[in-house]
C-alpha cells in the first residue's frame, strides 16, 4: 500500500504510473498532507498522474459499493474498449457509471473522485521498458476521428496500418455494448477510410449520444470517439 508515509520510498523517475483509487480524502488538495500531490511532486518518481477522491469514497464490504463500481467502469474504458487517452478514459468511465443507475451515492462518488494531471495523457501499449533503439517499440495502427464529428448520423473514419490484416471495426455505447460493426474483414496497409451510416447491425438509426469505435486486429487495438445528435 503507498501511503503519505512510504511515498518517498519510490524511485520509478523513468517509469511514472497513473495512479486510481477508492480511498477516503486520497486526492483532498486542501490537505497538506494529500498524497495526491505527494505522489505527483516526488522528484524520484511517483505519479505522473492520480484519479482520487477529494472526500469521501464509499464502499459496502464485503460487497461492492458505489466507488468499487466506478474502478470497474474505469478499467473497462482503458482495457475492454482500449480508450487510452486518461481525461476522456475518466469521463466515459463516469458517462456509464451513470448511465448504470440505481446506486446510493452515485451522484457524490461521481463528483468527488477527480482527475489530477494532464487528461491528453496516453496509454502506451506495447512497451515494456526493454526495448531496443530509441523508437517507442512497435508501429500501431491508428484511428482517426469521425469526420464530421459531432455527426447527425452517416461519418467517415479513417485509419492507417503498418501492416495488412484481418481487422474488425465495432461500435460500443456507454455500457460498453456492441451497436454495430463497421468493418469485419481485411484491410490493406497504409491510409485508408470507412464508412459509417449511423445505423445499428438491424439497421434502426442510433440515438444520440456518445459512442466508442473499436478497432482490433492483429494482436492490437485502438478507440476513436464519436458523438451522434439528432
Known amino acids: 500500500m503507498i501511503s503519505a508515509g512510504n511515498y518517498t520510498s519510490l524511485t520509478n523517475i523513468d517509469r511514472l504510473p497513473v495512479m ?53 467502469h474505469m478499467s473497462n474504458q482503458l482495457w475492454t474498449y482500449h480508450q487510452n487517452e486518461i481525461g476522456v478514459m475518466h469521463g466515459l468511465a463516469k458517462d456509464a457509471f451513470r448511465a448504470a443507475g440505481g446506486m446510493s451515492l452515485q451522484n457524490w ?30 508501429i500501431q495502427p491508428h484511428l482517426s476521428a469521425p469526420a464530421p464529428n459531432p455527426s447527425a448520423g452517416s461519418c467517415v473514419i479513417g485509419y492507417n496500418l503498418p501492416a495488412s490484416g484481418s481487422f474488425t471495426v465495432t461500435v460500443y455505447d456507454l455500457m460498453g455494448r456492441s451497436v454495430g460493426t463497421i468493418h469485419d474483414g481485411i484491410l490493406p496497409a497504409g491510409n485508408g477510410s470507412l464508412a459509417f451510416d449511423g445505423r445499428d447491425n438491424s439497421g434502426a438509426a442510433l440515438p444520440s449520444g456518445c459512442y466508442s469505435v473499436v478497432m482490433t486486429g492483429t494482436g492490437t487495438s485502438v478507440t476513436t470517439r464519436l458523438m451522434i445528435t439528432r
Open 20 to 72: 486510481s483509487s477508492i480511498a477516503c480524502l486520497a486526492g483532498r488538495l486542501s490537505n497538506i498532507a494529500c498524497i495526491a500531490e505527494r505522489l505527483m511532486f516526488w522528484p524520484s518518481g511517483g505519479a505522473v498522474a492520480v484519479m482520487f477522491n477529494s472526500n469521501n469514497g464509499f464502499g459496502t464490504p464485503p460487497s461492492m459499493g458505489p466507488s468499487e463500481h466506478l474502478e470497474v
Open 109 to 138: 462518488v461521481l463528483q468527488e473522485h477527480n482527475l489530477l494531471g494532464d487528461p491528453a495523457l496516453m496509454f502506451v501499449a506495447g512497451q515494456t521498458g526493454i526495448e531496443e533503439g530509441e523508437g517507442l517499440g512497435p
